[in-house]
T-cell receptor, first 114, second 110 residues
Framework: NAGVTQTPKFQVLKTGQSMTLQCAQD?????MYWYRQDPGMGLRLIYY???????DKGEVPNGYNVSRLNKREFSLRLESAAPSQTSVYFC?????????????FGEGSWLTVV | DQQVKQNSPSLSVQEGRISILNCDYT??????FLWYKKYPAEGPTFLIS?????DKNEDGRFTVFLNKSAKHLSLHIVPSQPGDSAVYFC?????????FGKGTSLLVTP
C-alpha cells in the first residue's frame, strides 16, 4: 500500500526556473493538501483541494499554483522559483469526513532554489 | 499569527520516564485536535486525536488531555522509549485544513 507518493524527492532549481511537484494517493481520498515545512515554522498550508475539481488557497499560496488532475493526483507548480521557496514540501490526503479522518502525508520533497 | 503554539522547541527525557508535550491554541472555534509524529526525512504520521467534547483520549502509551477553558492540550507518553525520539506536532482543525504548531523535538535517552 503506497499511500501518498510524491516526486521528485530532491530537486535543485536556479532562481527563475519552473518546476512541478507531483503527488498521487491510492486511498480514494477526496481531499488533498500541499504543505511546506521550514525550520522553526512548523507545517504551513499552501493550497488544498477539498474534492476533485476544486482548489483553494491556504496560508502561504503566493508563488504557487496547483492542479487537481483527477481524484488521485494533486500537483504543485512553481512558475518562477525564488530562494524563499527553498523548503520541504509535503503532500497529504484525507478521506470523507474531512479532518476528522486521519490526514496521511507523503515522505516529502526537498527543494533548494539557488 | 500562529494559532497553535508549541512553546518548547525541545525536550529531553530518560527512558522509562514520562514525556509531557504541551500545546496552546488561540482560536476557540477549533473543535478537533491531533498530534503527529515526525522522524527525520519522513512525512508526519498521525499519532492520536481528541474531540473538543472530550477531555482525555488514551491509546496505549499515549494520552492526550484537553483543557478547553485554558485552550491547552498536552500529550503524555508513558513510559518513554528511545524510539519515541522524534518531532511532535500539535494540530487543530480549522475547518478546511489543519493548523500546525512549530513542533517539539523529543529526545529519549537510555
Amino acid at each position: 500500500n503506497a499511500g501518498v507518493t510524491q516526486t521528485p524527492k530532491f530537486q535543485v532549481l536556479k532562481t527563475g526556473q519552473s518546476m512541478t511537484l507531483q503527488c498521487a494517493q491510492d486511498m480514494n481520498h477526496n481531499s488533498m493538501y500541499w504543505y511546506r515545512q521550514d525550520p522553526g515554522m512548523g507545517l504551513r498550508l499552501i493550497y488544498y483541494s477539498a474534492s476533485e475539481g476544486t482548489t483553494d488557497k491556504g496560508e502561504v499560496p503566493n508563488g504557487y499554483n496547483v492542479s487537481r488532475l483527477n481524484k488521485r493526483e494533486f500537483s504543485l507548480r512553481l512558475e518562477s522559483a525564488a530562494p524563499s521557496q527553498t523548503s520541504v514540501y509535503f503532500c497529504a490526503s484525507s478521506g470523507t469526513g474531512g479532518l476528522r479522518n486521519t490526514i496521511y502525508f507523503g515522505e516529502g520533497s526537498w527543494l533548494t532554489v539557488v | 499569527d500562529q494559532q497553535v503554539k508549541q512553546n518548547s522547541p525541545s525536550l529531553s527525557v530518560q527512558e522509562g520516564r514520562i514525556s509531557i508535550l504541551n500545546c496552546d491554541y488561540t482560536n476557540s472555534m477549533f473543535d478537533y485536535f491531533l498530534w503527529y509524529k515526525k522522524y527525520p526525512a519522513e512525512g508526519p504520521t498521525f499519532l492520536i486525536s481528541i474531540s473538543s467534547i472530550k477531555d482525555k483520549n488514551e491509546d496505549g502509551r499515549f494520552t492526550v488531555f484537553l483543557n478547553k477553558s485554558a485552550k491547552h492540550l498536552s500529550l503524555h507518553i508513558v513510559p518513554s522509549q528511545p524510539g519515541d525520539s522524534a518531532v511532535y506536532f500539535c494540530a487543530a482543525n480549522s475547518g478546511y485544513a489543519l493548523n500546525f504548531g512549530k513542533g517539539t523535538s523529543l529526545l529519549v535517552t537510555p
